[in-house]
C-alpha cells in the first residue's frame, strides 16, 4: 500500500471527523437558541470539542506539509493559523455568559467552516480515487509485465 494511499485515507477520515464535530457543535447551539438546552450544557459540550478539531485540523494540515501534497496544505493553512491565533489569544472557547449574544455569528461561523470542511471533503474524495485507481493500474500494469516474461 502506497504512502500517498495512506495520507488520502487519513485525511478522509479526518475531516469527517471534523465535519461531524462542527456538525455538533452547529447542532449544540441550535438547541440553545430554541431553548432545549441551558447555555452551561451547550458551552460545556461544544468546549470539550473544540480543543479536538482544532488539534486534528492541525494534525491533518501538517501532515499535508510534510508529505508535499501544497494544494491542500495551502487550503487548510489559513484556517490552521485561524485557529492557532484563537487558541493563543483564548478565544477559543463559548463563555457561558455571552453565548446569547454570539449565537447568531457562532451559528455563522460555524457554518462556513462545515461548508469548507465539505469542500475540503469532495478534494479528498476525488484525490483518493485517483490515487486508489492509479495504484490498481499500476499493479495490473506490472502484473501484465511478469507474465510477458
Excluded at 4 to 25: K, P
Excluded at 107 to 136: D, E, H, P, Q, W
Aim: glycine share 2%; with cysteine.
Amino acid at each position: 500500500m502506497s504512502i500517498e494511499l495512506i495520507l488520502w485515507l487519513f485525511s478522509f477520515a479526518s475531516i469527517m471527523v471534523l465535519i461531524g464535530l462542527t456538525a455538533y457543535q452547529l447542532i449544540c447551539l441550535s438547541d440553545l437558541e430554541f431553548d432545549y438546552i441551558n447555555p452551561y450544557d451547550s458551552s460545556s459540550r461544544i468546549n470539550s470539542v473544540v480543543l479536538i478539531e482544532y488539534a486534528l485540523q492541525g494534525a491533518l494540515c501538517a501532515s499535508f506539509l510534510l508529505t508535499l501534497h501544497w494544494f491542500p496544505f495551502l487550503v487548510m493553512a489559513p484556517v490552521a493559523y485561524y485557529h492557532g491565533k484563537l487558541y493563543m489569544d483564548r478565544k477559543h472557547l463559548v463563555d457561558v455568559t455571552e453565548i446569547f449574544r454570539q449565537l447568531n455569528w457562532e451559528k455563522k461561523y460555524r457554518m462556513i467552516k462545515l461548508a469548507f470542511y465539505f469542500s475540503l471533503f469532495i478534494i479528498t474524495i476525488y484525490r483518493l480515487v485517483m490515487t486508489a485507481v492509479t495504484l490498481f493500474i499500476d499493479e495490473d500494469a506490472n502484473l501484465v509485465d511478469t507474465r510477458t516474461i
